[in-house]
């Protein structure tokens, strides 16, 4: 969940920042980009050459620093940040950020940031209970920032109850579950056909398309960063994923339907961008054909249509998208998919569309929902075009 986010790592002025060290550490381990922020009083607990060290980025304690005269821009810094995280927080700038204080860099960057904001408090056990730093935490908590409760333990006073800082890892968890359920696709179970399928002739002919499958694995990428759990039902093709997702390879029309109709009732979400073959070869040769006859006739027979028989067993709580290439009368024929088949959505492509279509990079869409309201998009690169589609999505789960 850390991979490539950036984070602000904010250091106050307690004992416990020492265990920003180890927590700078286990966000790079994760692949978290860190920029990290230590106020005037944390700069007292740990060095800026610590956690430049770990961090693999300069550290950062003021507005000017006069001896290189670099002015950090704070603005600049909270819209770099995909999440703020500050541990240790004291109990003095929990009460800068309930009240709007912004007397330093950190606070400043706080104040600057529109995205989600997390904090570790540390404190002695007092401090803690005392009604006007549990105020603070209400107060903060109903700006929508998230908590990381300190734990029970022996604290740097001597004195044994609740305060401690979070530890690294138990820091790191909480910030992976919380990403993962504030993601839209978050618990639903997706699945997405790409690319051709090939239907054998003999064994070393087959009949096939031009199908690149670019455009199902930009939209099987999309819906696993959505937090989806996805399931990527894969045809011959060179495309690879680049994120986490469970693929199943197959070859002929036959095998993507006997894969589909497998997991399809499991699947919240299914989204059929193959393209699957309508005909194949009645017979299939076991042993090469040989060269004879002036000409060749194949005998084809009709593959099963894979969508229209999910579409037969759809269940109300499902939502199942098609895809229509046409070359002409599009409108109609896209409407018609639609309803012949008991889809949610059609997402159909015109090959007069220049850019558009197989092989190439871009693709440009048009989406026909349930009550035929059409959305047309501009030509687009299809990884755009994914998000565009799962936009259409996220609009019909609301
Ligand atoms: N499809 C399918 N199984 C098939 C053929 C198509 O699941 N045997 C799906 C495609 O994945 C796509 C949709 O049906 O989501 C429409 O495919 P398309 O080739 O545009 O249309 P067809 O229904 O095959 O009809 P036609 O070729 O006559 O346009």
Redesign the pocket.
């Known amino acids: 969940m850390l991979k490539n986010k950036n984070i602000i790592l904010g250091v106050c002025g307690s004992i416990a920042a020492y265990k920003s060290a180890f927590l700078v550490r286990l966000l790079v381990k994760a692949g978290a980009n860190i920029k990290v922020i230590l106020t005037p009083d944390g700069a007292n607990f740990i060095t800026p050459l610590t956690l430049a060290t770990l961090s693999k980025n300069p550290v950062y304690t003021q507005y000017f620093d006069e001896e290189t005269g670099v002015w950090s821009n704070h603005v600049e810094l909270g819209l770099w940040a995909d999440l703020i995280l500050i541990a240790p927080i004291s109990a003095n700038t929990l009460a800068k950020l309930a009240t709007g204080i912004c007397d330093n860099l950190l606070t400043a960057v706080y104040l600057s940031a529109k995205c989600p904001v997390y904090v570790a408090p540390a404190m002695d056990l007092d401090m803690w209970k005392h009604e006007t730093t549990q105020t603070n935490i209400h107060q903060i908590q109903s700006f929508g920032n998230l908590i990381i409760e300190p734990g029970d333990g022996e604290l740097a006073s001597g004195l044994y109850g609740a305060g401690r800082m979070a530890e690294p890892e138990e820091i790191i968890s909480f910030l992976d579950h919380a990403i993962k359920h504030s993601m839209p696709l978050y618990g639903k179970k997706v699945m997405v ?1 790409a690319g051709p399928t090939y239907e054998a002739i003999d064994p070393v002919r087959f009949i096939g398309n031009h199908s690149s499958g670019k455009m199902g694995f930009a939209l099987a990428d999309e819906l696993a960063r959505l937090g989806a759990s996805v399931t990527l039902i894969a045809g011959p093709t060179a495309q690879k994923e680049n994120q986490i997702l469970t693929r199943i390879d197959i070859l002929s ?1 036959q095998e993507m339907l006997n894969a589909c109709t497998s997991i399809f009732s499991e699947m919240d979400i299914t989204i ?7 005909y194949r070869p009645k017979v299939i040769a076991n042993q090469k054909i040989k060269k004879q006859a002036d000409s060749l006739v194949l005998e084809l027979e009709k ?5 229209a028989t999910l579409g037969k067993s759809k269940k109300a709580n499902q939502i199942l998208v ?5 070359t002409h009368d599009e409108e109609n ?1 896209a409407k018609g ?1 639609l309803a012949q ?1 008991n889809l949610d959505m059609v997402v159909l492509n015109s090959l007069n569309d220049k850019g558009a279509g197989f092989k190439s990079d871009t693709n440009k869409i048009t989406i026909f929902n349930k009550a035929l309201e059409c959305t047309v998009f501009e030509m687009k690169s299809k990884t755009a075009v994914a998000k565009d589609i799962c936009t259409a999505i996220l609009k019909i789960l609301k």
Do not use: Q
Request: aromatic letters at 10%; charged letters at 25%; glycine letters at 4%.
């Open positions: 056909t029309a059929m961008c193959a393209a699957v073959a309508d593959t099963v249509d894979i969508l098609g895809f229509a290439l046409e024929y998919k088949k």
